[in-house]
């Protein structure tokens, strides 16, 4: 059966469960593509009845459902093997419930974080992900995908504190795991399983979160700067600092090529600019140098004093600080932006691994042409890397293939690098998801428990 | 395989002396810390992960049940062999197989003891965060099974929130990993999804852990209240400033003065009520935080808020907190703890309903919790030898946990469901919710081989009650008040 014979009566069910307003029309399907494939529908429910009922329905009729929510993020994974249904969880936002005398909220999936900041933010609390592009980005999609920003330093990933959620499994069960209370160990802890599932196990419906006093809301912020002329020396801060009283609530390594994501200029219609071959050397030389190690510290005037104090370092405050976060959050975003055929990837290492992998990373990047700009919360062993081409002339897939291959072979065995975008060309080439020290076997039997046709982004998933 | 070939065969995996399978020896594996029994009709010791893995195709191809149990500590009946069988007991599997200060983390055998771990750590600065009541006995490999709490929890997470890895025997004897030592992976969490599973899934033979940092500072104050109330609603206001302590724990006034008549913490006789509250990290953070939370006590109507002036009082003050089950030990034949949890807003009304409780059922009930995380724990004290007083305790205990949910809480938050709350799982999960966790269930431990009946309502497992004659042949279960909860 090909998607276009099968997309009349599918769209036709679709209309039926959820309405003929809540499908998208042929002309905008385009705009769904998920590595270059159109789906043949796109519905968006309004109500975990309704996903249930679309998945019971695509679970009978086997055909591969794509959970959607902004769209930031839908560049990772395999090349899907097809896609009948994209299922858009756009309608499905808003708060379910707020006690900020609790420090606890519920929300549908499809409620963006700028959505959910505000409603926080009117109480001087907040959520610390910080990712990118969130007035697109979904509570469902960060959690599907584990994503996280430079405050995974301070406050951990939403793991740490997403407390509860309702899902729908591959054959239209509605589930849910937690609950709505801090604390709380009844039953399995089935949002672990749906953190970083990617929407392999299920259709992430709502989720309850812990939240936090908002830095800066009672007590003052400041964020240091410092600057290093090597790798080496940062890492020394870092190891030092990690052994200190000081606990600031980011801690992000930028290295010199990095730096140049960040710059004023980003995020304006700046010129694509791209480095010529043979100039690496002359435009390093003019380009900052330094490495450097952002921290953000909270706190009362005498708390941030004994910052000043210990670090020393360029301090940013007020609007030019949260400017600074703000792009660094942004940092794959600010690469995509001007380098549309850029890779990336997310790194997790043991913290002192980190440094070797930075060095892999360039070294992976310069044998295939390309330079690697590194972020990430060093402290911890959450990093970002971009491997952007060198030359003005289109770089061949094989190129990040061979730079992802010869990056990955240098890590350790419990560490990952999961690409989180690169050309859809390059996908064949080799594994998006790479090794992973988690049983293979196992997480086959949890898809298969909670998506047995195999319905949930078929072929995109590690399994 | 008949059993007495079983048992043979056991003694050949580690030696006679790894083995336990006379009764005088096995009544001692009846027991954990809660108030059921069942005994097991062996016990084995293994030493490696080797070792557990022949045990557990032993038992495989004998059709008995296993049961993986740490100190015993556990308040549900988790480590009880509820269909008799085989208990694979962790004491000898506890050695620290690593330190690694550099990324702040520990390999260890489920074995060892939690506060074993910490000292161990200390010398680099460090420590393991999770430090449930029974930390000086109880077990990592029972943390990671129950995603055991503790008072300071509050502000650094529970069990689960520090575990990176695990290598695990499955029910098949297969041994498998999950995660390492880095923090997140690709692929599924199933490391965090097993932390929590009660034994359940599998059995963890190898645990990383994150280690913390020892904070520069800490202070320790006791506000002292003359009611209950003031105490409870101060609770509310200091989540409300903003402020997370390490510990925020309340004794109402019937159980801090039992209390100090075994542990001479110092609390004062005459109180209703005390917070005991525990703020750290860097030096300026702490002395802020201090006189914030000093400044809302005395708001709310603490007549007197205390700051621990050296260790040694701070010492003191927690032994109070952390002996306090054994001190009412010592005044009730038995008791029976609860593991409510309710949302931080409504612990004032949440103790009054206790109150009420406590009246209707004629039953004295002592409060102690993790106010901080609206976590209860209520005391009801009462004598097993009295079957009228036991109908009662349980009946009482069963209401306050129904309250709990029904403000939108939880039936625990840190002892785990087991054998005691499986019948009452259905308070907040539907039919829907338990079938998908059957499922995750069944895909790691198929036919409940291990720990078998636990967790979810026996009316769904009647499938695996129907299991070998060695199994039915010496089911011994319940011969105390308070099994058939």
Known sequence: MNAVAAQAPVAEELARIAGSHALIKDDNLETYRVDGMVPAAVVMPESVEQVAEVLRFANAEKLVVVPAGGFTQQQTGRVPERIDVVLSTTRLAGIQHYDAGDLTIGAAAGTTLAQLDAALAANGQFLPVDVMMPERATIGGVLASAAHGPLKHGYGGVRDFCIGVTFVTGDGRVAKGGGRVVKNVAGYDLMKLMIGSYGSLGVIASANFKVFPRPGNKTGTSTFVLEFPSLREAMQFRDKLRASALTPICCEIVSPRASEYLSEKQGTAREVEEIEPGSFSMKSASANRAWQILLRATGSERVLERYRRELGGKEVRGREESELWRRVANFQAGVVDRHRNAMLMAVSLPPTAAENAIVAAEKAGLDNNLLAPTIGRVAVGAMVMAFVPLSVDPPSAMQFANAASAFRATLPRDASAVVLRCPQEAKAYFDVWGTSPTDLGLMRAVKRALDPNNILNRGRFVV | ?485
């Open chain 2, 1 to 485: 395989m008949r059993f007495s070939s079983f048992i043979r065969k056991l003694k050949k995996i580690a030696g006679r002396d790894a083995v336990l399978d006379r009764s005088e020896d096995l009544m001692l594996y009846e027991y954990d810390g809660g108030i059921q029994t069942a005994s097991p009709q062996v016990v084995f010791f293994p030493q490696t992960t080797e070792q557990v893995c022949r045990a557990v195709k032993l038992a495989n191809e004998a059709e008995v049940a296993i049961v993986p149990r740490g100190a015993g500590t556990g308040l549900s009946g988790g480590a009880l062999a509820r269909q008799g069988g085989l208990v694979l007991a962790f004491s000898r599997m506890n050695r620290i197989l690593e330190i690694d200060p550099d990324n702040q983390r520990a390999i260890v055998q489920p074995g060892v003891v939690n506060l074993d771990l910490s000292h161990a750590a200390a010398p680099y600065g460090l420590y393991f965060a999770p430090d449930p009541s029974s930390q000086k006995a109880c077990t990592i490999g029972g943390n990671v099974a129950n995603n055991s709490g503790g008072p300071h929890t509050l502000a650094s997470g529970v069990t689960v929130n520090h575990v990176t890895g695990i290598e695990a025997v499955l029910p098949n004897g297969r041994v498998v990993e999950f995660g390492g030592k880095a923090a997140d992976g690709c692929g599924y969490d199933l490391t965090g999804f097993f932390v929590g599973s009660e034994g359940t899934l599998g059995i963890a033979t190898k645990i990383t852990v994150k280690l913390m940092r020892l904070p520069e500072s800490v202070a320790t104050l006791l506000a002292i209240y003359n009611t209950i109330e003031e105490a409870a609603n101060s609770v509310v206001a200091i989540t409300a400033e903003g402020v997370t302590p390490a510990a925020l724990e309340l004794l109402d006034g019937w159980t801090l003065r039992t209390v100090e008549a075994a542990t001479h913490a110092g609390y004062p006789m005459d109180s209703g009520a005390v917070l005991l509250i525990e703020v750290e990290g860097m030096r300026e953070a702490v002395e802020d935080q201090a006189e914030a939370i000093r400044q809302v006590c005395r708001q709310q109507g603490a007549r007197e808020v205390r700051r621990a002036r050296d260790d040694h009082e701070r010492q003191l003050l927690w032994a109070g907190r952390k002996n306090a089950f054994g001190a009412v030990g010592r005044i009730s034949p038995s008791y029976y703890v609860q593991d409510g949890v309710i949302p931080r807003t409504r612990v004032p009304d949440t103790l009054r309903r206790i109150e009420e409780i406590g009246k209707k059922y004629s039953l004295t009930i002592g409060n102690i919790f993790h106010a901080g995380d609206g976590n209860l724990h209520p005391l009801i004290l009462f004598d097993p030898r009295d079957a009228d007083q036991t109908k009662r305790t349980l009946a009482a205990g069963k209401e306050i946990l129904s309250y709990c949910v029904s403000v939108g809480g939880s039936i625990t938050g840190e002892h785990g469901v087991g054998m005691e709350k499986n019948e009452i799982m259905g308070l907040l999960f539907s039919d829907d919710d338990l079938d998908v966790m059957q499922r995750l269930h069944d895909a790691f431990n198929p036919a409940s081989t291990l720990n078998p009946q636990k967790m979810f309502p026996s009316t769904r497992s009647c499938r695996e009650i129907a299991a070998s004659p060695v199994l039915t042949q010496a089911v011994i279960e319940g011969n105390r008040p308070g099994a058939q909860v």
